[in-house]
């Protein structure tokens, strides 16, 4: 195949394009290649996808794994460093989804204008002997920054929030979001579905199975005591001795706690993390896209319990969060449970509004 001239100049200006883009806050009027104009020839139709935080632990291996999807056919990669270096290196996997990269709170309204889905992991891990609540000062800023952008350039879309801790920065996003004029119980999901990857994972290798045939509900919220493995619900249905059921809920509720020790001031769950995000990010997708029966367990806007924010399992559709469900029956061991989780899920929520409302 030859290219003439003019062809040749094409290709390089959608390269160049998708590699460095325009800063339009720089630009006047709308001459070049715009970004809206690039997409890979044969790219398939799907959703565009902003990842906050995206050359972080989490970040990386989360915008890869985006970037495999066949549901996402733009993927935005927003950070206050390094985006650049990671934007390249992911613009070269052969898929079709179109990469573009952020850099800086000034290209931050760019990132998000247009996005469908936002995939918040923003924000300093856990190191050794850190608490969910040592975070809180840190990320509490971030998280409330970053929706303050969402509210202002896309709020219909679905946001995912990953920061930790998300007992406390979902209610802290909701809070911007009213104030806004935005909010929207629906659209903004708390990910929690590390616990139920891990619990999954856990429960299969006490019953010798597959963790893909598991299916563990886990409610509550997403630290400690607040993570509730509701084990007498686990399909296919079994039973647990009280050992196993203590071993098991002990180690769901510190799994985080044994992968920051296991790292030895190395870092968190990053891995397993980005790759519960993607498989949470995919279910938002097919919900979107219009597929029936997607359920997934998040931590939402609820009515559930008495508590504002709850986690439980929840079907998604075209506008987020459809239906959410009702615990179901509990054992005496999970209402206990419940009970201990309650209380310091209402402390942590306070938490979280307390602090965009001061």
């Known amino acids: 195949m030859r290219f003439n001239n003019s062809q040749v100049n094409q290709r390089i200006a959608t390269i160049s394009a998708h590699l460095n883009p325009p800063n339009y806050s720089q630009m006047e009027g709308g001459s070049g290649l715009g970004r809206a104009n690039c997409r890979a020839k044969g790219g398939s139709a799907g959703f565009k996808v902003a990842i906050l935080g995206a050359a972080g632990g989490i970040g990386q291996p989360l915008a890869m794994l985006?970037?495999?999807n066949p549901?996402?056919?733009?993927?935005?990669?927003?950070?206050?460093?390094n985006t650049p270096g990671v934007t390249t290196d992911i613009s070269h996997m052969d898929t079709g989804a179109v990469v573009r990269g952020f850099l800086g709170q000034q290209q931050l309204e760019e990132a998000l204008t247009g996005m469908d889905l936002v995939i918040i992991?923003?924000?300093?891990?856990?190191?050794?002997?850190?608490?969910r609540d040592d975070l809180f000062n840190i990320n509490a800023g971030i998280v409330k920054t970053l929706c303050e952008g969402i509210?202002?350039?896309?709020?219909?879309?679905?946001?995912?929030?990953?920061?930790?801790?998300v007992n406390s920065t979902v209610p802290i996003a909701a809070e911007v979001f009213k104030k806004a004029g935005t909010f929207d119980p629906k659209r903004l999901?708390?990910?929690?579905?590390?616990?139920?990857?891990?619990?999954?994972?856990?429960?299969?290798?006490?019953?010798?199975?597959?963790?893909?045939?598991?299916?563990?509900?886990?409610?509550?919220?997403?630290?400690?005591?607040t993570i509730l493995p509701v084990l007498s619900q686990v399909k296919p249905p079994c039973s647990f001795t009280q050992k196993e059921i203590d071993y098991l809920t002990d180690r769901i509720q510190n799994?985080?706690?044994?992968?920051?020790?296991?790292?030895?001031?190395?870092?968190?769950?990053?891995?397993?993390?980005?790759y519960a995000a993607v498989?949470?990010?995919?279910?938002?997708?097919?919900?979107?896209?219009?597929?029936?029966?997607?359920?997934?367990?998040?931590?939402?806007?609820?009515?559930?319990?008495?508590l504002p924010f709850f986690a439980s399992?929840?079907?998604?559709?075209?506008?987020?969060?459809?239906?959410?469900?009702?615990?179901?029956?509990?054992?005496e061991y999970e209402r206990v449970g419940l009970e201990k989780a309650k209380k310091e899920l209402a402390s942590s929520i306070h938490k979280g509004v307390s602090f965009v409302k001061k």
């Open 66 to 68: 985006m970037k495999m």
């Open 189 to 225: 999901l708390g990910v929690t579905m590390l616990d139920v990857v891990r619990a999954n994972t856990f429960v299969a290798e006490v019953l010798g199975l597959d963790p893909r045939e598991v299916d563990v509900p886990v409610v509550g919220g997403h630290a400690g005591v």
């Open 151 to 165: 509210a202002k350039c896309c709020p219909k879309a679905i946001v995912n929030l990953i920061s930790n801790p």
């Open 71 to 81: 549901l996402v056919y733009v993927l935005h990669l927003y950070d206050v460093v």
């Open 255 to 274: 799994g985080g706690t044994e992968v920051v020790e296991a790292k030895a001031g190395a870092g968190s769950a990053t891995l397993s993390m980005a």
């Open 313 to 331: 399992k929840v079907r998604l559709g075209r506008f987020g969060v459809e239906e959410v469900y009702p615990l179901g029956p509990l054992n």
């Open 121 to 131: 992991p923003a924000g300093v891990p856990r190191k050794p002997g850190m608490t």
């Open 279 to 306: 498989k949470f990010a995919d279910a938002c997708l097919r919900g979107l896209r219009g597929d029936a029966g997607v359920v997934e367990c998040s931590f939402v806007a609820s009515h559930v319990t008495e």
